[in-house]
């Protein structure tokens, strides 16, 4: 304000820097004329010489007060420094609380604009709806629109200035001329606008008479500051005392707690490897259970292939012997998975494995036996065929004997047959030769019988060789079989002892795992009732140290409050000190322009003496012209220049020599 004010003073100065003449009226005036104006002049004279005399007082007081503020402004400034340091400390711990403050109102500026975002997301939504249906309904109600808003308008305008004006309950204003429509409406308007115009113009008058009277005060409150700046300094030198002891305290205690934190955390830190001691055993207890389940499934393998060996030996079983086989004494029943342990899973499958082992020892024997006895047939055959060859042979050469023996039988018949006929040949001749004819077809018969027997033993030794054959090929498939089927069964067996050696080694590693898992959940329980009974100690400590810290904390929010209370006074000193030192600059200035306003006062008052001359001396010549002034109508045609300017310097005059010291 004070800034406002001298640059105020400045801008009058600058203002006045071409001053507008007086000038004399050079016309001719009547003796009574000249000696009322030189009156004037003279009474205008002791006026300034009276105003030069006073601006020499405000100076001299000026320079006073100057010198005062000057040695205020010293203590100030020595104060001022202090403050600003205490001031600097202060603000050091609210600028870590207000980084904390800062992060979380970005988190919740974050929040805000997704919020808005969505906001805006349904206010354009809506806005689009909103914009159909208004283009829906624009042309219907623009008229109503236009006067609603003229009225929401008027009656908030009402409400604002309600406090200090009281209008009527029936609305706006009616007219009898325009009753309704806008017309109405606009009257109303008009009206009510011109009483809350006069209104302001009321309270405006009441403001700054208002404002005058606490300028007033405020100009009082300035001499109290001073009286209460001394006192001030007496007790912020106690305060600083007081904050440096508790400041000292604080930090002592500050310590404690950092030394019972360390302890703290040392404790969370065993308490934290005992957990992870305990995730680690958990971790091996888990692989464990991922090895025994894996184990499983290889177990549940090895018994579904022993019971597919059970199944393929017992098909060996059934083809070697003829007749149905009893299955009842290797019931498959004992091969099913059972949910149980693992241990009774692989007790199953040596169970299993074993009974394979005897249902295989079983189809051997059947197997031998069934070779024994194919092979005790094929001899038998082989027999067979060695006989029916011999009978084939013997019965040829019997056949070929009986052949010759008739065939010689026939030659004799033929060659001595004539000879002892005689005479009788010539009439006999047809009834050997039925007799030969009758022999011949005997020995065809025979021999054709004979045949038909050879061919039939000949099938019957073809059948019989392919019945070996088909034996030979049954008994190498079945060797075959029985061969893979014993790969099978040794790879089973090895497999299953590969099984018995894992799930040794597992147990051992279980139990070994298990007595390491009961030794820590035995240490964890230790260390866990020890931290336990630590973090209770601890925790009685740090209730203690809260309570402590509590206490203290109020002490610290006291002195704060002290320092804040210490901080506004301070800055009111310092608002105290720039109002004295802006007070002391418009002073400065406001003795540069007494001094410029006492220069242009003396030259104003040489023009004066050197115009009141010329004026006498001119006397004579505004008397000659005075009629022609008198006669000519100027002030009629408005160019009565001379007396205009005059005036006008006058004035401004005045108003140079009436504004206020500041």
Known sequence: MAEEDADAVLSDVDGDEDPVPIVLSAGKTSPMSSSSDDAAVNQRIRDLQAELDRERQARKVAEDAHADLQNTFARLKVLAHEAIRKRDEA?????????????????????????????????????????????????????????????????KISSKVGRFVNFPAGGLPRSQKYMTGLPSVAYGVIKRTNVIVEELVRQVDSAEKDRNEARELVEQRNYEIAIEVSQLEATIAGLREEVSRKSSEIEDFEKSVGEKDGKITELAGEITQLRLSGAEYEAKWKGLQEKLDSQRL??????????????????????????????????????????MDMEENLRTSLEGTVSVCELAKVAAEKVRTCLEEKKQEVDCLSQKVAQLLAEKSHIGTLLRSALSSKMSEVRKVAANGPREAGVDLRFDDYDKEDVSIGKEDEVYRLAGVLEDTVKTSQLEIIELQHQVEALRAECSLLKTQLGA??????????????????????????????????????????????????????????????????????????????????????????????????????????????????????????????????????????????????????????????????????????????????
């Open 91 to 155: 603000l050091r711990d609210k600028e870590e609380a207000a980084r904390s403050s800062e992060r979380a109102a970005v988190e919740l500026a974050e929040a805000a604009r997704f919020k808005e975002e969505i906001l805006k997301q349904k206010e354009e939504a809506t806005r689009q709806l909103d914009e159909a249906m208004r283009q829906k309904d624009a042309s219907r109600s623009e008229m109503e629109s236009a006067a609603q808003m003229m009225v929401t308008g008027i009656e």
């Open 485 to 662: 089927h014993a790969k099978e069964i040794g790879q089973q067996k090895h497999r299953i002892k590969e099984l018995e050696e894992k799930e040794h080694l597992a147990n051992e590693s279980v139990e070994g795992l298990m007595m390491d898992i009961a030794a820590a959940e035995e240490e964890i329980a230790r260390w866990k009732l020890a931290a336990e009974q630590e973090a209770a100690a601890g925790r009685a400590i740090e209730q203690e140290f809260v309570t402590q810290l509590s206490s203290l904390r109020q002490e610290l929010e006291d002195a704060k409050q002290a320092v804040s209370e210490l901080e506004s006074k301070l800055k009111f000193k310092e608002e105290t000190s720039m109002a004295a030192i802006a007070a002391r600059d418009a002073a400065e200035k406001s003795l540069r322009l007494a001094d410029m306003r006492s220069a242009r006062l003396r030259e104003r008052l040489e023009e004066l003496t050197q115009q009141l001359g010329e004026s006498e001396n001119v006397e004579e010549s505004r008397s000659q012209l005075r009629q022609r002034y008198i006669c000519w109508p100027w002030q009629w045609l408005g160019l009565n220049i001379v007396h205009h300017q005059v005036a006008t310097q006058e004035s401004s005059n005045e108003m140079e020599l009436s504004e206020p010291l500041i």
């Open 298 to 339: 290889v177990v549940m393998d090895l018994l579904k292939y022993i019971s597919r060996a059970h199944e393929q030996v017992s098909e060996i079983i059934e083809n070697a012997e003829s007749n149905e086989w009893d299955r009842s004494e290797f019931s498959e029943s004992q091969f099913m998975w059972k949910d």
